[in-house]
């Protein structure tokens, strides 16, 4: 699909490999049966072919990016996708408690901290309740959009 050489990011053979596909998907188009051209391919596979490379190349980059991506990097990710899956909002002491290799607040106080420090989410204060008790703090993600 892309080239061995090239860097997918670089965009390099993403034409070509949707040319190449929409030209195999029309082909299993006519070997199904559709009543297509046989000698010109048409705009459903075209746009077939560019939404397979389009996803090819996105997958292709995640992968690189996961591969080349250094340890405090893939912590932090590792992080904030447990706090995204635990509601997107968490304190502090809920990591300890729900997190092994996390042992004390002030520990994740800190990873929060570089959360934020990171653009992954941002503190937000939270009041006494009814009960009465300190305010304290929370760390909330941000919301991911698609592209």
């Known amino acids: ?3 061995l050489l090239s860097h997918p990011s670089s965009g390099e053979g993403t034409a070509e490999s949707a040319a190449r596909l929409a030209l195999v998907i029309h082909c299993i188009r006519q070997a199904a049966g559709e009543p297509v051209d046989p000698w010109t391919c048409d705009a459903d596979s075209m746009t077939s072919g560019i939404t397979l490379a389009s996803c090819f190349k996105d997958e292709t980059q995640r992968v690189y990016r996961l591969l080349t991506e250094s340890k405090d990097s893939r912590d932090l990710r590792q992080v904030a996708e447990w706090i995204q899956q635990h509601g997107g909002t968490v304190r502090a002491r809920d990591l300890v408690s729900g997190r ?3 042992e004390s607040t002030e520990q994740a106080d800190d990873l929060l901290q570089r959360l934020v420090e990171n653009h992954f989410g941002s ?3 939270v009041g006494s309740t009814e009960r009465g008790g300190r305010p304290t703090r929370e760390f909330s993600l941000f919301a991911v959009t698609a592209d």
């Open 123 to 125: 503190w937000r204060t």
């Open 100 to 102: 092994r290799d996390i």
């Open 1 to 3: 699909m892309f080239g």
